[in-house]
């Protein structure tokens, strides 16, 4: 991983600002600038240096990385203010930009009050929206365990069993292929349950002539997958028959669009546009998607509003769905990597819809 | 669940401190007044009202709550600054609290900009303290499935598998008895890994002769246990049978004085006492226990400079350790409720040492 290449990215950024440092606190900016995957520790990075702060639980592992990082030790006499206003003094520090969206207020004040420098909110969620071939190499495992598991998942479901069953099987085979933990709390939505497009898996049994609705993914190496597959358990009404085209239509609609250059928005807009000339556009009332990478919703947005443009490497997720209260819903989600003339799909399960 | 009682101790925490209201935003707190467990929509309570503020995909489960609740929906239109302005205006109300230690400092920010009242920090941690008997039977039936975890494991591990195959199955059987989720991400360390405090389960083999140590826990109607039991593969060398024992009376010393009006400092003291006059002093570095219940990591901390006193029905885990750097480690930890005249196990596995 190009841990000089990231710090420098950081660098421009808090320059640009005119701040003379950046203090990092959240997982996966800590991960993504240093290795470095746990709740507790820092990394600061200023004009000249980059400091690795961890407690006396991670000093060994920080020392190892002092090729590029000053290992900083923080213990009960070493408070994270007190080393950082060593830092602070030693570099001549007036202003320190902070993570205002991941950071509690309180710990901010309490920072606030224990730092000899003036402190900014600054947003660092841009700096991984390019992927990088290691990073796409993470996703795209991540994808084939997704994917795996929904074809496993496909021969395991029977009439009857609960959702939540179903679930426990999706996560049991996701680990035992590697994964090394689930993305997020997974959906399974069946029947009416369909038309909520949060309804984690309840003990609701599954019926005979529903539309099943799975949104889930795996973790690899710290990377996310996010896919969503709506099959069918035996033969099911016409009309949600009808609306899974249409979903599957507006998606497709979607990712022909997705290339450099092309405003988020439009994507979005594409979709919306679809599913509105079908009569349900009241009944799709979220974005289009997200962006995909340490966290499973990271920027970039694939809103409406956005006129922020696509950029070669950036990975989102493609998830137009329809949800008709009491009774049902469709949701069909694709991770998708912006290559340098389109669009290539790291999810490959089937778009069509399945009837088991 | 008795939400008015809870929605009383809000009301009076913040006449206490002069407020006119709190608004709530993390899901525990928005579960444990309102049964509300997402991670979007608030509970604002004022000294006349409370509101449970959702938007569309929850709005039909608030209204079916209004015999204790006003139901507001939240939506593009109607921002949680536009509706809580709406109850500033019609209240009367000049001082709100909120979740400091919870909500983001940019979230802060944003509320402050947009509503007609000045915002103050709250901290609402000691509400939850003392457990009542339906949130104590759900902690109970959470052990009671970690319980049965460990002794399942016990029958499955063997010598070559990796520590990530162990947690794999661990979680698996807990979800399997009804564990709705696992508490946080299980630790399993063997061998040298033993003295990470906090060693995630990783690909390596557990070797004979080795000491196994498990810190995991499973959700049971949101509520949380956590257990670590340290065991033998194999006979384990003699110096590490002998931290067993001391851990083992250490914890044991700090159980025999649970009680009402004890200090949380004096268990933590009992226990550090033992392990440091048995010579490993420096090797028990972080603090004995802390609160358990909808959060696993929850009010009170069990440290040795708190001066706080136990209560009757607050739940904590006594979880000494003794980790020597390239040896090896040993954790034991229960979870325990604190009755009229001492504590009560909630937690039952053996505490002796067990060899596979």
């Given at each position: 991983m190009n841990f000089r290449r990231r710090i420098e990215a950081i660098r421009d950024l808090i320059a640009g600002k005119g701040l003379d440092g950046a203090f990092i606190s959240s997982p996966q900016n800590k991960y993504y600038l240093g290795g470095l995957f746990s709740s507790s520790g820092y990394i600061v990075i200023t004009r000249e240096s980059q400091y690795l702060m961890v407690d006396s639980r991670y000093f060994v592992e920080a020392k190892a990385k002092t090729d590029l990082f000053q290992a900083v030790l923080l213990s009960v006499d070493h408070s994270v203010e007190h080393r950082l206003n060593s830092i602070i003094a030693a570099e001549g520090l007036a202003t320190i930009g902070f993570e205002g969206k991941e950071l509690s207020y309180d710990a901010v004040r309490s920072l606030q009050e224990g730092v000899n420098c003036d402190l900014f909110s600054l947003d660092?969620?841009?700096?991984?929206a390019v992927k990088e071939p290691e990073e796409i190499e993470a996703i795209q495992q991540a994808c084939a365990i997704a994917d795996a598991a929904f074809r496993h998942i496909l021969g395991y479901v029977r009439e009857g069993m609960s959702e939540k069953a179903v679930e426990n099987e999706l996560l049991r085979f996701m680990r035992a292929q590697g994964?090394?933990?689930?993305?997020?709390?997974s959906i399974v939505a069946s029947?009416?349950?369909?038309?909520?497009?949060?309804?984690?898996?309840?003990d609701k049994p599954i019926c005979r002539g529903e539309l099943v609705t799975l949104d889930f993914g795996a973790k690899y190496n710290y990377y996310c997958s996010d896919i969503t597959r709506t099959f069918a358990l035996g033969k099911c009404p016409a009309e949600l028959a009808g609306v899974y085209e249409v979903v599957r239509a507006a998606g497709d609609a979607a990712m022909r669009m997705?290339?450099?250059?092309?405003?988020l928005g439009e994507l979005d807009y594409a979709a919306r546009k679809l599913i509105g000339e079908s009569g349900?556009?009241?009944?799709?009332?979220?974005?289009l998607g997200h962006g995909l990478g340490?966290?499973?919703?990271?920027?970039p947005a694939v809103a409406l509003e956005s006129g922020e443009l696509l950029r070669e490497g950036m990975v989102i997720t493609i998830e137009p769905g329809i949800y008709i209260p009491d009774a049902g819903g469709v949701r069909i989600e694709d991770d998708i990597l912006i290559i340098g003339d389109g669009c290539r799909s790291l999810t490959h399960s089937a778009r069509e819809l399945i009837t088991v």
């Open positions: 660092l969620g841009k700096i991984r994964g090394q933990k689930e993305s997020f709390d029947g009416v349950r369909g038309a909520l497009p949060h309804g984690k898996a309840s997705a290339k450099p250059g092309v405003a349900y556009g009241q009944y799709f009332g979220h974005n340490l966290q499973v919703h990271e920027y």
